[in-house]
């Protein structure tokens, strides 16, 4: 007797399986196995006994199929008992659909459909799908969250990268295990006498003159530790500066990593040298006249530029006396300058007029800075000449033909014509330019009105009465 496997399945008359074994096979075999007739009426079910997670589903058997499957999955069934009905089905074909039961319980099942002996009778193989329904969300739930933490890795590395080369400090990074450089800023690439790419990577300990590795990197753990020790001083092999290491030591991803801070010796006294030196020059030999008060606005000190202004001989003759002696308004333009520089903490543009000694006037501009970083404190001014721009800005006759003219000055004048006479356009526009001026020197003085009436040129009676014109009496609550 031949007992090769295939002699099994071979045999005409199909396998020998007793009829008793043949439901515990196909129960079996598949999770779901459903007969069915070619309307859609189920015959029988039966569930794998090995998959208790579907449960019992007696209840499908003599019922329409199509009540327990979801709509999208309808389709996929008729097209399959369609043909099974025309007798077109010659091959085994799968197809995947969704029941459901008690309206809340769904899950997905790929089956086979198989013929039988009766044209009108299908054997529907079911698999229960969840398991790889389950596994997919997962995977889809996991690069979810792996994008996600590609996107915050990015992010932070990003505003590391631009925290690194915004810092005005030179930082380095060395690993401690190897000694080398893991990453450095621009700075600290600077210091170093190379540049960024080339020291990535390259043993710390190199860059210095008679310096060893292992040594050189316990050192600096050992000052990173040591809360009450200096810096370290060593001197670069490429450029043979003496500088100092300030070593700072962190874990990260479970690796030591050192944080070093370099400071070339005397950067900062040499920056601010220099500056202190040009910061002289421009007060000595600037154009622009230079006066520094205390915080009443007495004058204690002033360059040449503004002695040349108001004609006094010796800086002598003007220490000691307010800075609002010099101004055509006096004290009105110094509070207006003080109260705006010490509120905002500088004034930008200020016009009036500055009185020499001798009577003499000139138009001037002038900027108010608040000194309150100083120990002296008090007030800077600087002030500048502008009497001969008057020229240019205020011409002796009207504006000849083809002169230059604003887009939206030309555009809201436009706009007039023709809803008005001449006479009432050129009026309109004018109310509009006083009531400007004078909501400007308002607020300028702090709604003074004495001060604004003075800053105007006009009695106080007159600025009431303009001030009652447009609306402005009541300004700020006053």
């Known amino acids: 007797m031949n007992t090769r496997g295939t002699d099994f399945w071979d045999q005409p008359a199909g396998p020998p399986i007793a009829p008793e074994h043949f439901n515990d096979i196909v129960a079996t075999a598949a999770d779901l196995a459903i007969v069915l007739d070619t309307s859609g009426l189920v015959r029988s079910v039966i569930t794998n006994p090995l998959n208790p997670s579907l449960g019992r589903l007696d209840h499908w058997k003599d019922r329409d199929i199509r009540e327990f499957m979801a709509e999208d999955s309808l389709s996929k069934l008729e097209a399959q008992l369609e043909a099974y009905r025309g007798g077109k089905k010659n091959k085994v074909e799968a197809i995947e659909v969704n029941h459901y039961d008690n309206a809340s319980w769904e899950f997905p099942i790929r089956y086979t459909l198989h013929k039988t002996g009766r044209d009108d009778i299908i054997l529907m193989l079911g698999r229960d799908l ?217 004034m930008r543009v200020y016009s009036t007029r500055l009185e020499g000694s001798y009577g003499s006037q000139l138009s001037v501009e002038i900027s108010a800075t608040h000194m309150m970083g100083q120990s002296m404190g008090g007030f800077a001014f600087v002030i500048r000449d502008t009497s001969r721009m008057e020229v240019v800005r205020e011409p002796s006759s009207p504006l000849p033909a083809g002169a230059p003219v604003g887009d939206d000055a030309m555009r809201n004048v436009m706009d007039l014509v023709g809803s008005a006479p001449l006479k009432e356009i050129v009026a309109a526009t004018t109310d509009v330019v006083e009531k400007m001026c004078i909501e400007t020197a308002v607020e300028l003085t702090d709604n003074n009105r004495v001060a604004a009436a003075e800053m105007l040129g006009l009695s106080r009676q007159s600025l009431y009465v303009k001030l009652r014109k447009y609306g402005l009496l009541n300004k700020n609550g006053q």
């Open 130 to 346: 969840r398991p790889i329904a389950e596994l997919q969300h997962r995977l889809v739930k996991a690069q979810l969250a792996l994008e996600k933490d590609y996107e915050t890795h990015r992010d932070y590395e990003t505003r590391y990268r631009v925290i690194m080369e915004a810092a005005r400090d030179a930082l380095i990074l060395v690993d401690v295990n190897s000694g080398r450089i893991t990453d450095l800023n621009t700075a600290a690439a600077q210091a170093l006498g190379g540049t960024a790419d080339s020291l990535t990577g390259a043993t710390f300990a190199t860059e210095f003159e008679g310096k060893r590795r292992v040594e050189f990197i316990e050192t600096l753990v050992a000052r990173a530790g040591d809360s009450i020790g200096g810096p370290m001083i060593v001197t670069t092999k490429r450029q043979n500066k003496s500088v100092s290491l300030y070593p700072s030591l962190f874990r990260a991803a479970g690796d030591n990593t050192l944080l070093c801070r370099i400071e070339v010796d005397g950067t900062s006294e040499v920056i601010a040298a220099e500056l202190s030196e040009a910061m002289a020059i421009l007060y000595q030999h600037g154009a622009d006249a230079i006066v520094f008060t205390d915080n009443h606005g007495t004058i204690k000190s002033a360059n040449d530029a503004f002695l040349g202004l108001c004609d006094a001989a010796r800086l002598s003759d003007i220490r000691g006396k307010s800075l609002s002696e010099f101004l055509i308004r006096g004290s009105v333009d110094m509070k207006v300058l003080i109260d705006n520089a010490s509120r905002a903490g500088k």
